[in-house]
């Protein structure tokens, strides 16, 4: 159980395209899910969360006109890399929480990331 | 500022032990929880340490101490399929909307050798 998609896996564009990767909680709904950047050999770094319905809280330095998120539904979030340009190069992973639960040791599913490169 | 400290790289032979450290400076401290990622991979949940102490998961055990900000993964019985990096990450409750949120260590890149 707890399966997240994640979609595309790969995405390769030119410079100025505009790239829409979605998050997709399969077997249970999601209020809050997580997006986070990852560049080679360094950590994960938390981008924004997303709430059902709400708009998204971006963290410190993300740019929220150029990383624009949508959260529609309980099972579907998503990331539109606006504009991308070559320093947007990265791994972009979701993940979900199943439920708002302090008692869970796993309070985060996550997908299985997003590869993307501008050329 | 927040950091969780780890070493950036670790070489130990297969069938041998080797344990991970993990210094943290964080707010809203709620736990601490252990990923293994592979190259090109998602983390992948292996432990988590609410309170003090030591949790084991088969050849995995992860220890807690909140007073001295400091846990570690330990991995018994190394295997080739262990070498992958792996990251200690702080849970932190959002009262604002109810929501866990996960702040990453720096990540430690684990090689096994024959």
């Known amino acids: 159980g707890a399966v997240v998609s994640q979609h595309p896996s790969w995405v390769i564009c030119k410079s100025g395209t505009s790239v829409k990767i979605e998050c997709r909680s399969l077997?249970?709904?999601?209020?809050?899910m997580f997006w986070y950047r990852q560049f080679p050999k360094q950590s994960l770094m938390l981008m924004a969360t997303?709430?059902?319905?709400?708009?998204?809280?971006?963290e410190q330095g993300v740019e929220k006109d150029k990383f624009l998120i949508n959260h529609a539904s309980l099972t579907l979030s998503t990331l539109t890399v606006t504009s991308a340009h070559p320093e947007d190069s990265s791994f972009y992973i979701c993940?979900?929480?199943?439920?708002?639960?302090?008692?869970?040791?796993?309070?985060?599913?996550f997908g299985d990331g997003t590869r993307l490169s501008i050329l | 500022g927040q950091s969780l400290e780890q070493p950036s790289e670790v070489t130990a032979v297969e069938g041998a032990i080797v344990q991970i450290n993990c210094t943290y400076q964080?707010?809203?401290?709620?736990?601490l929880s252990w990923y293994q990622q592979h190259d090109g991979g998602a983390p992948t949940f292996l432990s988590y340490?609410?309170?003090?102490g030591l949790e084991e998961t088969g050849r995995f055990s992860s220890f807690l101490s909140r007073s001295d900000s400091y846990g570690y993964l330990l991995l018994q019985e190394l295997q080739m399929k262990d070498s992958a990096s792996y990251f200690c990450?702080?849970?932190?409750?959002?009262?604002?909307?109810?929501?866990?949120?996960?702040?990453f260590g720096t990540g430690t890149r684990l090689t096994v050798i024959p």
């Open positions: 997303s709430n059902e319905g709400s708009k998204a809280t971006y």
């Open positions: 993940s979900a929480e199943p439920n708002p639960d302090r008692e869970s040791n796993q309070p985060q599913h």
């Open positions: 340490n609410g309170l003090d």
């Open positions: 964080t707010s809203g401290f709620y736990g």
């Open positions: 990450a702080v849970r932190q409750f959002l009262f604002q909307t109810g929501a866990n949120n996960l702040f």
């Open positions: 077997d249970f709904q999601a209020t809050t």
